[in-house]
């Protein structure tokens, strides 16, 4: 099935392709509006003519991009980065939330199959090892730079 790029008003995408998808247009199959990629809707469609007809009626959609991309093109976009991504052993962190927001914290141990961090306090007169989510800590300053 291919897939086309469709050009719209900046941060417009998702409206867009809600739009598109709300049309109930059986030749159209999806519409992707990822975060990463400003401007622009992927749709799945069954050749760009059906998907020109439906375009003319949405507003903030400008034009389709010439030519098709295929699944393997898109699938980046479909696949979750992991919140630990970029963090390292040894970071500075800050707890952005829980029972220990606005605490400063050193990463000591990632579990990236968990999505879980373990932190330990800065601020603790006993080193206390806490286990956080990865989207629960900011890096503040990391050892790689």
């Known amino acids: 099935m291919p897939m086309y790029a469709v050009k719209t008003t900046a941060s417009q995408e998702r409206t867009?392709?809600?739009?598109?998808?709300?049309?109930?247009v059986d030749d159209i199959h999806a519409a992707l509006a990822p975060d990463s990629l400003t401007s622009?809707?992927?749709?799945?469609a069954e050749d760009d003519a059906v998907l020109s007809r439906v375009?003319?009626?949405?507003?903030?959609?400008r034009d389709i991009v010439p030519g098709e991309s295929s699944i393997s093109e898109v699938e980046h976009f479909l696949s979750p980065t992991?919140?630990?991504?970029?963090i390292a052993e040894g970071?500075?962190?800050?707890l952005i939330a829980g029972p220990?927001?606005?605490?400063?914290?050193?990463?000591q141990r990632i579990d990236e199959g968990?999505?879980?961090v373990t932190v330990e306090l800065y601020e603790a007169t006993v080193p206390i090892?806490?286990?956080?989510?990865?989207?629960q800590i900011r890096v503040l300053d990391s050892e790689e730079r």
């Open 16 to 24: 867009v392709a809600d739009m598109i998808m709300n049309r109930e």
């Open 40 to 44: 622009y809707v992927m749709v799945e």
């Open 55 to 61: 375009l003319e009626e949405i507003p903030h959609a």
């Open 82 to 86: 992991p919140d630990v991504e970029g």
């Open 91 to 94: 970071d500075i962190v800050e």
């Open 100 to 107: 220990f927001k606005g605490e400063k914290a050193q990463v």
């Open 114 to 116: 968990k999505d879980q």
């Open 129 to 135: 090892p806490v286990t956080v989510r990865g989207d």
